[in-house]
């Protein structure tokens, strides 16, 4: 699996978090994927998992790791 992670803006967040809401995709709040539904606030941003369909893992996160 690779992983993938992708630094967007508050309203884009928005945006792609409804879509994965909307189209039901499994997401996570964490990596390990033991937050299922969630997102997470780390880094004083926003964050969430999900799979892409070949099995890799996307990011999309609102603030840099610090």
Request: hydrophobic fraction near 35%; proline fraction near 6%; charge should be negative.
């Amino acid at each position: 699996m690779q992983h993938n992670a992708f630094l967007v803006d508050d309203d884009l967040f928005d945006r792609a978090h409804s879509r994965l809401v909307d189209w039901e995709v499994t997401h996570w709040a964490d990596p390990q994927m033991t937050r299922p539904g969630e997102t997470n606030t780390e880094h004083g941003g926003r964050g969430v998992y999900f799979k892409d369909p070949a099995g890799h893992a996307i990011e999309l996160i609102t603030r840099p790791y610090l």
